[in-house]
């Protein structure tokens, strides 16, 4: 049989073209350039069974609810309780039972690429999320702590269908007519909760962004309104924004 020149292997390997069959062949193939390119093969199919056992890990308090007999299960979770300026923004999702993605994951851990990718993934094949936002002067009123809470059940009141079950990250919520369960750290451990937290942060990422528009030397576009160096140093000397927190301490000073 004739073996594949090594330029069609790597062409193929960059297509995810590599048949079972093809490298078994490379395995049997004494070329240094062949045994070079296998072990990028193996390299690769190593990280995909890890991404594999991690989703499949992650999904196990969907597949104990699925189990149970909930067929809508939200999973919630929210961005921007930290940041100086902006709104809070939460998000909540319902995925299908045969949803899959590997590489998901809490939105922290991943690049803005990936967020931005996942983000219309998970927007195209979710059975139903929504988005709830609670901007500065609401926070100012009823604190960040029931504005996170506002915004969790604004987003799972958007949902259509309702869901049956409701998965939050950390955050009781009491207030929801179904049960709850709130899970430490959920934006890891859930494929649900960490669905909507990509969700959230994105959506607040480009808000934020526009906001870096009108006040360029806030720099929000990459701080997001967290107070860093260059943002405090703005706020010194420029005053907050229509968008700033003023019950934030480093405002109200």
Not at 58 to 74: H, K, L, P, R
Request: proline share 4%.
């Amino acid at each position: 049989m004739a073996k594949h020149s090594i330029t069609l292997l790597k062409q193929m390997f960059n297509e995810d073209k590599l048949t079972d069959q093809i490298i078994m062949e490379m395995r049997e193939d004494d070329r240094k350039g062949v045994q070079a390119l296998l072990k990028r093969v193996d390299l690769k199919q190593e990280k995909i069974r890890k991404l594999k056992q991690q989703f499949a890990v992650m999904s196990e308090f969907e597949q104990d609810c699925w189990q149970d007999g909930y067929t809508n299960i939200a999973g919630v979770d929210e961005v921007g309780r930290g940041p100086l300026a902006g709104p809070v923004v939460a998000a909540a999702v319902i995925l299908p039972q045969d949803f899959t993605l590997l590489g998901l994951n809490d939105s922290k851990q991943l690049n803005e690429a990936t967020r931005e990718s996942y983000y219309e993934i998970i927007k195209k094949n979710a059975i139903g999320y929504g988005v709830g936002i609670i901007h500065n002067d609401e926070i100012d009123k009823v604190n960040i702590y029931q504005a996170t809470k506002l915004a969790m059940l604004e987003a799972i009141e958007q949902i259509k269908p309702r869901p049956d079950f409701v998965l939050v990250d950390a955050m009781p919520l009491e207030e929801v007519d179904c049960p709850t369960k709130s899970i430490i750290k959920g934006d890891s451990r859930s494929i649900s909760i960490a669905a909507a937290s990509i969700l959230a942060k994105v959506t607040r990422d480009r808000y934020m962004k526009e906001l870096d528009l009108k006040y360029p030397n806030f720099h929000f576009a990459s701080n997001m309104g967290y107070g860093t160096k260059q943002h405090l140093e703005a706020l010194k000397n420029e005053g907050p924004t229509p968008f700033h927190r003023r019950s934030f301490a480093p405002v109200s000073n």
